[in-house]
T-cell receptor
Framework: EDQVTQSPEALRLQEGESSSLNCSYT??????LFWYRQDPGKGPEFLFT???AGEEKEKERLKATLTKKESFLHITAPKPEDSATYLC????????????FGAGTRLAVHP | GAVVSQHPSRVICKSGTSVKIECRSL??????MFWYRQFPKQSLMLMAT?????????EQGVEKDKFLINHASLTLSTLTVTSAHPEDSSFYIC????????????????FGPGTRLTVT
């Protein structure tokens, strides 16, 4: 069964304090690993898609990396506006476009 | 990026009534739309997948007679919660994927802003 586990559940950082969020996954035939940002009371906002081990993508202070078992979302010198819940999801070969989401990491960045 | 809208953003209804939620793709043709439910501090759970012009495919444990999904056009899907009960109170989010105006197929899922349903 496809499964996604995110850690930590919650993370509190000081502004400028870099850190990483983890997404561990098991999936039959990875067809993409997705990172989304979700603000309270809003729908998820697409950040990145990674397709193969070794792939990396960057956007402003965020960088996503992928191995065969996990993905990391690195946040460099975060700002308070980076506070949100970060969701990881995978799409496998057996689910026909179905995304399996992790529970998310709630990030709070304090000034 | 593609834009998906939902209406209403919030709705309160009485137990036993039905409520309809709309999901629209504003700048692309959504061949596939997905409906999710999210409880507080929990992740998104897929309820059903619908392809334009076809019947929706429901996930295990989701009652198709209670959660009616219609995807009659390439820009609109609706979710109707029938005979709503307090336990149906949740945050409902749709997503869509399909073809951009250029004709290029986009495999990413773009999410709407969500609808907060409260059943009293």
């Amino acid at each position: 069964e496809d499964q996604v586990t995110q850690s930590p559940e919650a993370l509190r950082l000081q502004e400028g304090e870099s850190s990483s969020l983890n997404c561990s996954y098991t999936v039959s035939g990875l067809r993409g690993l997705f990172w989304y940002r979700q603000d309270p009371g809003k729908g998820p906002e697409f950040l990145f898609t990674l397709y193969s081990a070794g792939e990396e993508k960057e956007k402003e202070r965020l960088k996503a990396t992928l191995t065969k078992k996990e993905s990391f979302l690195h946040i460099t010198a975060p700002k308070p506006e980076d506070s949100a819940t970060y969701l990881c999801a995978v799409r496998g070969s057996g689910g026909y476009n179905k995304l399996i989401f992790g529970a998310g990491t709630r990030l709070a960045v304090h000034p | 990026g593609a834009v998906v809208s939902q209406h209403p953003s919030r709705v309160i209804c009485k137990s036993g009534t039905s409520v309809k939620i709309e999901c629209r793709s504003l700048d692309f043709q959504a061949t596939t739309m997905f409906w999710y439910r999210q409880f507080p501090k929990q992740s998104l759970m897929l309820m059903a997948t619908s392809n334009e012009g076809s019947k929706a495919t429901y996930e295990q444990g989701v009652e198709k007679d209670k959660f009616l999904i219609n995807h009659a056009s390439l820009t609109l899907s609706t979710l109707t919660v029938t005979s709503a009960h307090p336990e149906d109170s949740s945050f409902y989010i749709c997503s869509a994927r399909g073809y951009e105006t250029s004709g290029r197929q986009n495999y990413e899922q773009y999410f709407g802003p969500g609808t907060r349903l409260t059943v009293t």
